[in-house]
């Protein structure tokens, strides 16, 4: 398993502003993922952060909203700009196990984000 | 498209007795079928997963799954509930990434 820290835990922010998440894993990994946990909603996948290359957006997510970077093996960080009310939610950073989608994945604590 | 569904918002159950929180997918090929549990102002936590072989799985917290082929279900089982299992759980199939369905509250009440 993979032990996964997340900066800021929560914050609350006022619309217009951008905050960035940090994502910190104790080992490294290739694949690591951003997603969203909209109030009382399921998890959505963002992105796939690449380490060496552009991240991986999923439809209805763009880059210039939720920017990515993946400077190593064990850190990444999105962005969430020019903040809405609707991006109030939980972000969480997710690793997977091991090479392979038969392979579970690790999840960090989240970033609660309000937005106001 | 490919998909899960869990069919309860909700499941309510008292403690002591049999829980299970229903799944059901449609995904081509051999699905790789996972449940994860989410405890209050906590991450989301593995419990087990459905690879090949055995379609019945055992995994954390006396958790087990079983996978029905013909039915296209993999619902979550344990024998008796803990008020402690109330969270909220996740069914989801492995693509590129983990795709999760819309998750059901379990309450086990005392």
């Known amino acids: 398993s993979a032990v996964i820290s997340q900066k800021p835990s929560r914050d609350i922010c006022q619309r217009g502003t951008s905050l960035t998440i940090q994502c910190q894993v104790d080992?490294?990994?290739?694949?690591m993922f951003w997603y969203r946990q909209q109030p009382g909603q399921s998890l959505t996948l963002i992105a796939t952060?690449?380490?060496?290359?552009?991240?991986?957006?999923e439809s209805g997510f763009v880059i210039d909203k939720f920017p990515i970077s993946r400077p190593n093996l064990t850190f990444s960080t999105l962005t969430v700009s020019n903040m809405s009310p609707e991006d109030s939610s939980i972000y969480l950073c997710s690793v997977g196990g091991r090479e392979g989608t038969y392979n579970e994945q690790f999840f960090g604590p989240g970033t609660r984000l309000t937005v106001l | 498209a490919q998909s899960v569904a869990q069919p309860e918002d909700q499941v309510n159950v008292a403690e002591g007795n049999p829980l299970t929180v229903k799944c059901t997918y449609s995904?081509?090929?051999?699905?790789?079928l996972f449940w994860y549990v989410q405890y209050p102002n906590r991450g989301l936590q593995f419990l087990l997963k459905?690879?090949?072989?055995?379609?019945l799985v055992k995994g954390s917290y006396g958790f087990e799954a079983e996978f029905n082929k013909s039915q296209t279900s993999f619902h979550l089982k344990k024998p008796s509930a803990l008020v402690s299992d109330s969270a909220l759980y996740f069914c989801a199939y492995s693509g590129y990434a983990l795709n999760f369905g819309k998750g059901t509250s379990l309450l086990v009440t005392p």
């Open positions: 459905y690879i090949t072989g055995d379609n």
């Open positions: 995904v081509s090929g051999n699905p790789y």
């Open positions: 952060a690449n380490q060496g290359s552009e991240a991986t957006y």
């Open positions: 080992s490294q990994v290739t694949m």
